[in-house]
């Protein structure tokens, strides 16, 4: 199989920035769930068959897909009720895409450290209003207001005022798997006054907490903290109290962490896309499976209904949010945009909680509905930013399910 030897054409910081995604006319009424929403509903047991409704409407878009190959899932607190693959892994192979098919799922990565984070917070190593430099190994200060603290509540709702600035966030990316997993070295070089790349446009000219702007490398920061408090590398606490917990065999942070086949990455053009990797992993480097993330979001909805499982019932409560007191958002959140969000978590504003991922050659949705109390999940082997038609094939994937989750008793 050839691969495509140039770098690829890469996000930035567009990547995982709202829950509805795929296009915003179209997704924005698959999204639009009834308002008013319960607060914090009871999750109930769904259906436990998915009706034959669900697959036909699938089977009916697959007919005249344009997508290399992509995976959907419906889950309840249960687990996966439902996971279906369809078109290929790998074209020139015709290797079919099954639910167990690995790839990278990018900013579905920030849920997980959510989880992390607050696993750390809910033993008193982590305080998340307390300045970030005492739970650091080093110190990190918005130059524009020096005398302001940086929180990781601030970084989990990417209020901290640190800045994904270009060309420097798109340099990072590099061929193949992580060279190094050394995000300390990363982040202090860009976040020290000292640091080789160091420069005052690292930080926005705002106070910390005061403006929302969507940060990778700020997100870097809390796994950064998770790591550093906990002892460990972070590719290891997340091994070994997330996914080995909830039996995510094909979830890690390198395909060799993995067990399943893996997904070949495609262009606008579909063509085949070399590997690369981030070295701040943490915010957008995960690979997984659908059925995995379906795990996981099994986990989060089950834990968002009160029961403790990774954490306790007020930390999942905490890790949800919403994370701002009703009118007293950062600016640039309006409400119903999708950033009324938890730590990590984003809200509707019919009141689905979920995330995204995007990057190259990748397309991920992951949401559920409080009131139902089923997820569903997307994932494929292309990307949605670059192509109208998979864009719009994609919003009526995710449109389909979601009329499944609204109403899933048959």
Known sequence: M??????????????????????ACALAAALSLAAGLPARALPRTAAATTPSTLQKALDELQAKSTLPGYCV???????????????????ASKRPYTPDTVQPVASIAKPVLAVALMQQVQIGALSLDTDVSRQLPFDVHNPHYASSAITLRQLATH???????????????GKGTPASFDTRSLLKAYLEPMGASYNEANFARTAPGS???????????????????????????????IFQKLGMNATGWTPSDTQGPQATLYDKNKKPLAPYSFPSYAASGLYSSC????????????????????????????????AWPKGEQPKGVRAGDGLDQGLFWQRTAGGELGHNGGDAGVTVQMSFNPTTG????????????????VARELANLWQVLGKFEQNPDP
């Not at 495509?4 to 296009?23: K, N, Q, V």
């Not at 901290?160 to 990072?172: A, C, K, M």
């Open 291 to 322: 059925n995995d993330v379906g795990k996981f979001l099994a986990e989060m909805i089950s834990g968002y209904g009160g029961r403790a499982g990774l954490l306790s019932a007020a930390s999942y409560k905490t890790m949800f949010g919403p």
């Open 374 to 389: 089923t997820g569903r999940v997307l994932i494929t082997n292309i990307s949605d930013g670059d192509r109208a038609d």
């Open 73 to 91: 899932a419906v889950v309840d607190r249960a687990g996966v009720r439902y996971a279906k693959g369809f078109g290929y892994a790998d074209l």
């Open 2 to 23: 050839h691969l495509d030897t140039t770098p690829p054409t890469l996000p930035g910081r567009s990547a995982g920035h709202a829950l509805a995604r795929f296009s």
């Open 159 to 173: 209020s901290s005022g640190i800045v994904d600035r270009e060309p420097f966030y798109t340099q990072s990316y």
């Open 211 to 241: 403006t929302y702007r969507y940060s990778n490398l700020g997100s870097a920061v809390v796994a950064l903290a998770v790591e550093y408090k906990a002892g460990s590398p972070y590719r290891m606490v997340t091994r070994e109290r």
